[in-house]
Nanobody, 121 residues
Framework: QVQLVESGGGLVQPGGSLRLSCAAS????????MGWYRQAPGKERELVAT???????NYGDSMKGRFTVSRDNAKNTVYLQINGLKPEDTAVYYC???????????????WGQGTQVTVSS
């Protein structure tokens, strides 16, 4: 089994910055894409950004500019740097990864429990 644990969320004033982290653990053979989605109250979950093992990134619509996704393959960790936070960024941010467990030959998509980001003065 593969587990994803997010950290780094919290209450931030408008204009502030946050760096979210998500570490994958368990018996993992390989991890392909890793990334972040977010879900604001009353809204559907939306893509923030993904990053492939080789470093290719993909950002969701309206996510360009203030969001930067990166990863450390040696640590099985993906990061999300958010600058210039706005109240509309308030949401639960979920980590996701496509990984292959060591005991299987097929991959699955895994989700973390989410970390709350609240932007308010």
């Amino acid at each position: 089994q593969v587990q994803l644990v997010e950290s780094g969320g919290g209450l931030v004033q408008p204009g502030g910055s946050l760096r979210l982290s998500c570490a994958a653990s368990g018996s993992i053979f390989s991890i392909n894409d890793m990334g972040w989605y977010r879900q604001a109250p009353g809204k559907e979950r939306e893509l923030v950004a993904t990053i492939a093992r080789g470093g290719t990134t993909n950002y969701g619509d309206s996510m360009k500019g203030r969001f930067t996704v990166s990863r450390d393959n040696a640590k099985n960790t993906v990061y999300l740097q958010i600058n210039g936070l706005k109240p509309e960024d308030t949401a639960v941010y979920y980590c996701t990864a496509v990984a292959t467990p060591s005991i299987y030959t097929i991959s699955y998509r895994y989700w973390g429990q989410g970390t709350q980001v609240t932007v308010s003065s």
